[in-house]
């Protein structure tokens, strides 16, 4: 048994200096290339699995003759090193082909992102989403220098939110507020998610929900939100009020409702009730964040036609961007923290 151990450690070397030899060196003459790193990788896992079927058979195998065992337990280990050696090489070419020129942009060389007309602080400042100032401009060239877009290779287009969703052609990716949900998905693709949002009451001083600390004490409000939104479903599911719900074409719309006192509360998600009560209703005040469903978070992802081919690098850049901490602290920057708005009971 050792003999054929030493014989099977000594051919999976081999096999690695034969790919080695074979693949050279990368094109900048810096070391060795993917193909042969992942030829020895395979190999090495490869020999191991031998060593360990025959000191520890699997307890599946354990009643079983020690021969039996051992096949088994080096068929299921191969198996594995399959799945790992096709997995690093999926994400190698992934990586590999996240460059300005190998992405099928809309535009060659080029990045271009769309966004509504206008566009509101926090998320864009003075409606002007080439200037990097408010944080989904801010998160959309972090996502285009990660792709390796500087920032004159990022050209911008107006699309209105409700086209965006049914139409895709001519831009790149969506940055817009898009909640990612499960219906969306059916017909368009989105990146990981940049933010996680909760949803939140605003109101004005003297209204009847002023005070209010619990979710049933909504429950006889006259509430309303955007059509089509996560706020709007947030109503209905999480507060299920009495009465319906006023639902609007647009926030301004329902903002102003607020505001005449033709509702005694809007839904919106966090950091628009921070502008709402800021900027946009005299004596706006903040009621509370509403209870999420179940374990779900909701997120803002970055909307790109349906199995687009960029789906893959535009997550793979906003991942990136999370794990560093730069969406964290573009959120600092740019949004209001949780501790300014309760969590409602």
């Not at 287009?157 to 990612?180: H, K, M, Y």
């Amino acid at each position: 048994m050792a003999r054929t151990r030493t014989f099977v450690v000594l051919a999976a070397l081999a096999a690695a200096g034969l790919a080695l030899t074979a693949c050279g060196s990368d094109d900048t003459g810096g070391g060795t290339s993917a193909t042969a790193t992942s030829a020895m990788t395979s190999a090495a896992a490869a020999s191991a699995p031998v060593a360990s079927s025959e000191s520890a058979p699997s307890s599946e195998s354990a009643g079983s003759s020690g021969s039996a065992g051992s096949a088994g337990s080096t068929q299921s280990a191969a198996s594995g090193a399959t799945d790992a050696s096709s997995a690093a090489t999926a994400a190698s070419s992934a990586g590999a082909g996240c460059t300005p020129d190998a992405l099928q942009t809309a535009k060659a060389g080029t990045l271009t992102i769309a966004t509504s007309e206008p566009a509101y602080e926090p998320w864009m400042v003075d409606d002007d989403p080439a200037n990097g100032k408010g944080f989904e401009s801010a998160v959309a060239y972090a996502v285009a220098d990660q792709l390796g877009y500087a920032k004159d290779a990022v050209t911008w287009t107006r699309v209105n939110f409700d086209e965006a969703l049914n139409n895709q052609s001519g831009w790149d990716f969506d940055i817009n507020q898009f909640t990612i949900t499960d219906e969306r998905k059916q017909a368009v693709d989105f990146s990981s998610g940049y933010y996680d949002l909760t949803q939140t009451v605003v109101t004005v001083k003297g209204s009847p929900i002023e005070k209010a600390t619990t979710v049933a004490e909504l429950k006889d409000a006259k509430l309303g939100a955007m059509v089509g939104t996560t706020s709007l479903n947030a109503i209905n599911t999480v507060i299920a009020p009495n009465t319906k719900p006023s639902v609007f074409k647009s926030n301004d719309l329902a903002v102003q409702a607020l505001q005449n006192g033709q509702i005694d509360g809007l839904v919106v998600d966090l950091p628009t009730a921070f502008y709402v009560v800021g900027a946009q209703v005299d004596d706006g005040v903040i009621v509370g964040q509403l209870p999420g469903t179940g374990s779900q978070k909701e997120q803002l992802g970055l909307l790109l036609a349906k199995d687009s081919p960029l789906t893959a690098c535009v997550t793979e850049a906003v991942d990136a961007l999370r794990a560093d901490g730069t969406l964290n602290k573009l959120a600092t920057t740019w949004l209001a923290g949780k501790d300014q708005a309760p969590l409602l009971k």
